[in-house]
């Protein structure tokens, strides 16, 4: 199947702080990205869908300033926490559509965050 | 709000013996259905999917059936081996319009392989 990349894989980081995941197809072109979160042994929420060169989609529920979504590339998604809080330690995956491929989305490997 | 379900949080199934993993959806607009394994600490892998104008698809060792009329989704895994030991999502897709889109995921169902 495609790749997708996640980076990091881990990151900490204090109260206050924001923190910048990004997300990479690399095998193929994604005009549409999605973000979810996922807590200890539960499934996984959507958080938002990313649309290259337009704003993204957020959920009901989803602070859009908290959250900030940038898809500037048809390869590259990125998910900033802004002034983070424990609460929001999780752990956030991205996922890409694949055109050539049935519109299959594809996962990267997920960011842990932990917020002291 | 209408969600994914699942029949069984955990499955436990000796090695080699065939594995069925069974799911409830309750959106009757949701047109394409998709199977995840998931390894702990890792993202989802791609399994198998199907549309829903397909009652049925098979992948290598897997199996999907899809029953519209009772809203029932089930992915069938032969020859169960120890690498297959991951917890499972069923997952649908909802057409909504207006930028929004993305995946609703189940709970999820643990499957444990016994030696």
């Known amino acids: 199947g495609a790749v997708v990349s996640q980076h990091p894989s881990w990151v900490i980081c204090k109260s206050g702080t924001s923190v910048k995941i990004e997300c990479r197809s690399l095998?193929?072109?994604?005009?549409?990205m999605f973000w979810y979160r996922q807590f200890p042994k539960q499934s996984l929420m959507l958080m938002a869908t990313?649309?290259?060169?337009?704003?993204?989609?957020?959920e009901q529920g989803v602070e859009k300033d908290k959250f900030l979504i940038n898809h500037a590339s048809l390869t590259l998604s990125t998910l900033t926490v802004t002034s983070a809080h424990p609460e929001d330690s999780s752990f956030y995956i991205c996922?890409?559509?694949?055109?050539?491929?049935?519109?299959?989305?594809?996962f990267g490997a997920g960011t842990r965050l932990s917020v002291l | 709000g209408e969600s994914v379900g699942l029949h069984l949080p955990t499955l436990s199934v000796q090695e080699g013996d065939n594995s069925i993993i069974n799911c409830a959806y309750s959106?009757?607009?949701?047109?394409?259905f998709i199977w995840y394994k998931q390894e702990s600490g890792k993202g989802p892998q791609f399994i198998i999917d199907?549309?829903?104008?397909?009652d049925k698809r098979q992948g290598q060792r897997v199996t999907v059936l899809l029953n519209k009329t009772v809203k029932h989704l089930s992915l069938q895994i032969a020859a169960t081996q120890p690498g297959d030991s991951a917890v499972y999502f069923c997952?649908?897709?909802?057409?909504?319009?207006?930028?929004?889109?993305?995946?609703?995921f189940g709970k999820g169902t643990h499957l444990i392989i016994q030696p």
């Open positions: 996922s890409a559509r694949d055109p050539q491929a049935r519109n299959i989305q594809y």
């Open positions: 095998d193929f072109q994604a005009t549409t």
């Open positions: 990313s649309n290259e060169g337009s704003k993204a989609t957020y």
């Open positions: 959106n009757s607009a949701s047109d394409y």
């Open positions: 199907i549309r829903s104008n397909m």
């Open positions: 997952a649908e897709n909802t057409p909504r319009g207006g930028g929004a889109d993305g995946l609703t």
